[in-house]
C-alpha cells in the first residue's frame, strides 16, 4: 500500500534556480512530514519536516509547503546547488504511532 | 559524535542462504529502527525497537527474518532462508527516545543484500 508517493523518479534543474520536489500522501491521519536527502553509499539524512498544524516551514534554502486539503507536501530548494544533487525522499507519520511511511524518491541533479 | 555503524556494508549470497547484520546505534539512543529498502522504492520499516524491547514488528516477515537487540544498544538481523526477494538494501537507523515522530531518525549507510 503506497500511502507516500512521489510520482517524480527525476528532475533536473539549472544550479542558481529553483527546484520543486513534490509529494502527495493518502492516510489522513498523517500529520507529520519528513523530508530526506540520500547520497550513493550513504543513509538518508534528515532534511526538514513540517507539522500539519502549519502549511510552511522554512530553514534557510529549504522550504516546505503543506496543503493539507490535497495531501500534497513540496521541498523547494533556492537557489540550487550542485551539491544538492542527491535522492530526496518524502516521508510521513501519524501521531499514535512512530511508523514513517516514505515514498519512492526523486532523484534531483543539478546541473552547473 | 559517531554515526550509526553497521556491517557488513555488501553481502552475495545464494538463495536459502542464511544471512546477519548488524548495527550499532548512536551512543545513547534508545529507539532502533531496522528498514528494508528494494531498489526503486522507499525504505519500508521492519522493526523497531525502544531499549532491547520491541515495538513494532507488525511488517517483519516473522517466517524467516528476526531481530534481537540485547542490552538495548547493539542489534542484529537475520534471515534465514533467504529468498531472492530479499535483495534490497537493509538500513539502520536510530533516534534518542523514539516516542514521537518528530524525534529525528539517523540512518546508517546500510547493507547491501544480493540474493542470487
Known amino acids: 500500500d503506497q500511502q507516500v508517493k512521489q510520482n517524480s523518479p527525476s528532475l533536473s534543474v539549472q544550479e542558481g534556480r529553483i527546484s520543486i520536489l513534490n509529494c502527495d500522501y493518502t492516510?489522513?491521519?498523517?500529520?507529520?512530514f519528513l523530508w530526506y536527502k540520500k547520497y550513493p553509499a550513504e543513509g538518508p539524512t534528515f532534511l526538514i519536516s513540517i507539522s500539519s498544524i502549519k502549511d510552511k516551514n522554512e530553514d534557510g534554502r529549504f522550504t516546505v509547503f503543506l496543503n493539507k486539503s490535497a495531501k500534497h507536501l513540496s521541498l523547494h530548494i533556492v537557489p540550487s546547488q550542485p551539491g544538492d544533487s542527491a535522492v530526496y525522499f518524502c516521508a510521513a507519520s501519524a501521531r499514535y504511532n512512530n511508523d514513517m511511511r516514505f515514498g519512492a524518491g526523486t532523484r534531483l541533479t543539478v546541473k552547473p | 559524535e559517531a554515526g550509526v555503524a553497521q556491517s557488513p556494508r555488501y553481502k552475495i549470497i545464494e538463495k536459502r542462504q542464511s544471512v546477519a547484520f548488524w548495527c550499532n546505534p548512536i551512543?545513547?539512543?534508545?529507539?532502533l529502527y531496522w528498514y528494508q529498502q528494494i531498489l526503486g522504492q522507499g525504505p519500508k520499516l521492519l522493526i523497531q525497537?525502544?531499549?532491547?524491547?520491541?515495538?513494532?514488528d507488525s511488517q517483519l516477515p516473522k517466517d524467516r527474518f528476526s531481530a534481537e537487540r540485547l542490552k538495548g544498544v547493539d542489534s542484529t538481523l537475520k534471515i534465514q532462508p533467504a529468498k531472492l526477494e530479499d535483495s534490497a538494501v537493509y538500513l539502520c537507523?536510530?533516534?534518542?527516545?523514539?516516542?514521537?515522530?518528530?524525534?529525528?531518525?539517523?540512518f546508517g549507510p546500510g547493507t547491501r543484500l544480493t540474493v542470487l
Open positions: 492516510n489522513s491521519m498523517f500529520d507529520y
Open positions: 525497537f525502544q531499549n532491547n524491547g520491541v515495538v513494532d
Open positions: 537507523a536510530s533516534s534518542l527516545v523514539g516516542v514521537l515522530p518528530t524525534d529525528t531518525q539517523y
Open positions: 551512543s545513547g539512543h534508545a529507539t
